[in-house]
């Protein structure tokens, strides 16, 4: 048995060093800040060697390390794998680069750590802060009530769980679904993100409940669809009770005429929800906030910081029309948690009462410090210089013979393939998703994958504060020079794909 600490003595995991913490620290922060300064040179991915991977499998470590040598291992085993966002030449899914200022931030919010969950204390002024500004930035209604999440995925579950609480005939809290007498139907474009269908199934609304509508050429929700799948529904004795718009759907970065969704949710008396993960910030651009007209319009909205705000991850903001619907959804104040008048647990409002979590972090800090720091007009200009960039993109492929444009480019996404004319196309899906591994895998530039009218693309999702236009003339270089080698292969029979 262990011998009970003596008096005065007892364990604490600060350390006994403070001096060498110090110094440690100031050397972490001078090799990241080298890190990011460096990145350009780095290849933007590398495939981890398998005994990389392996020195992840040590058993628990039970005994102390000297932190200078954790910190070493940290040096050697992570650091040089990064999944390679933070790299001009990274553009997949829709991934956003953080910035120093941002890794700073997180560090200053880890040491004061606080639980942002609830209390009277300064976090809970600095994340209430955000969502004003954020209101603002957008021109959401003022009296919108609003919380930080992990991201677009949390932000569209809360959306549509305060949508499904809201509308439905009974009181789900209390009663759940099994007392409901019709079925709740959802709406949305069939280029909805998937992270609509996970909210709608853990809803236990079941993703039958899903309807995926028709999109026009330019891959926005076909409205005659929309009004005519409602009106069967409600033939056939369901409940629709919301609507979900694109504001720059995943694939191809289309907004969804959301004036028109606002007017058939009113008419309807259905739920309007945005998704604007990332596109919901493009009307911080003069030039895109007409695309974006009747974003304002929606009962709540979900938008994303780490992706177009390029703050590090995870930051995501919902926001709710009626703050009263957002608390009715999710406050809940056992005995433990009564909030009072005075002391550390006063405070108007716990944000605990506004979503899922009760424990939060200070996730707000990194956004509160990097508006401030840069300006929000800053990234008004560097949202459309990445439109512009995408813009640029879709002209080299224009005018380049062996390249296809596969979709309008809207906003910042461009999906193209290498085809030249002579290539038969059903060798082209299986060539363009080597090519575009082989992009990865020699450092060169990370696109993602997708299909885009059973077309294997090449999908760039410029969402990227270091992208130049000299990185989209390489990308287009190295496309036709991978593409040519591969095709080469395919001619003499090598079944390199
Ligand atoms: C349109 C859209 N909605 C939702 C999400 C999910 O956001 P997150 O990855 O932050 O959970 C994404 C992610 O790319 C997205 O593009």
Redesign the pocket.
Same mark, same amino acid.
């Given at each position: 048995m262990m011998p009970p600490p003596s008096e005065g003595r007892e364990e604490t995991l600060d350390p006994q060093d403070w001096q060498a913490m110090r110094a440690l620290g100031h050397q972490m922060v001078d090799d990241m800040l080298s890190f990011l300064e460096g990145v350009r040179e780095r290849p933007v991915w590398q495939p981890l060697p398998q005994d990389v991977k392996q020195f992840f499998q040590q058993p628990v470590p039970t005994a102390p390390m000297a932190a200078e040598q954790v910190y070493q291992e940290f040096l050697e085993q992570i650091l040089p794998y990064p999944m390679g966002n933070i790299h001009p030449r990274f553009w997949a899914?829709? $991934?956003g680069t953080g910035t120093p200022l941002g890794m700073l931030a997180e560090m200053l919010a880890a040491g004061m750590n606080p639980n942002v969950g609830g209390g009277d204390h300064a976090a809970f002024y600095v994340e209430a802060q955000v969502i004003e500004w954020c209101k603002a930035m957008l021109g959401y209604p003022a009296e919108a009530s609003g919380l930080l999440v =992990?991201?677009? =995925?949390? #932000?569209?579950l809360v959306g549509l769980t305060v949508a499904r609480n809201s509308k439905a005939d009974i009181d789900i809290r209390e009663h759940g679904l099994g007392s409901l007498q019709r079925r709740m139907t959802v709406y949305g474009s069939r280029e909805?993100?998937? =992270? $609509?269908q996970k909210a709608v199934e853990l809803l236990g609304l079941g993703s039958a409940s899903l309807r995926r509508l028709p999109v026009n050429d330019r891959f926005q929700i076909d409205l005659r669809a929309l009004e005519q799948a409602i009106a069967e529904d409600r033939a056939a004795g369901y409940q629709p009770f919301c609507v979900v718009g694109? #504001?720059?759907?995943?694939n191809t970065g289309a907004i969804d005429d959301l004036m028109a969704l606002a007017a058939i949710c009113r008419r309807e008396d259905v739920w309007f929800h945005v998704? &604007?993960?990332? &596109?919901a910030l493009a009307a911080l651009s003069p030039t895109f906030r007409p695309a974006l007209a009747g974003l304002q319009e929606a009962d709540s909205l #979900?938008f994303?910081l780490?992706?177009w705000m390029y703050v590090p991850y995870?930051a &995501?903001c919902v926001l709710v029309r009626h703050p009263q619907d957002h608390r009715r959804a999710f406050s809940l104040t056992p005995d433990y948690l009564v909030h009072a008048a005075r002391g550390v647990a006063g405070g108007e409002q716990w944000f605990s009462d506004y979503g899922i979590q009760l424990s939060r972090g200070f996730r707000a800090l990194k956004v509160w410090m990097s508006f401030k720091a840069h300006g929000v007009d800053a990234y008004a200009r560097l949202i459309q210089q990445n439109v512009d960039q995408a813009h640029y993109l879709a002209s080299l492929i224009l005018e380049t013979a062996a390249l296809q444009l596969l979709a309008p480019v809207s906003l910042n996404i461009v999906c193209f393939r290498f085809a030249p004319d002579d290539l038969p196309e059903d060798l082209l899906n299986d060539l363009n998703a080597e090519l575009l591994v082989q992009l990865q895998e020699q450092g060169i530039a990370v696109p993602s994958r997708t299909t885009i009218d059973g077309k294997s693309a090449i999908r760039v #999702?410029i969402t990227n504060h270091r992208s130049q236009r000299q990185d989209f003339d390489l990308l287009v270089r190295e496309v036709l020079r991978i593409g040519s080698m591969l095709r080469q292969a395919l001619e003499q029979g090598s079944g390199i794909l």
């Open positions: 899914w829709v $991934i =992990s991201g677009g =995925s949390m #932000a569209n909805m993100h998937s =992270s $609509i694109n #504001a720059g759907t995943v998704d &604007g993960a990332f &596109g #979900a994303d780490h992706k995870e &995501g #999702a």
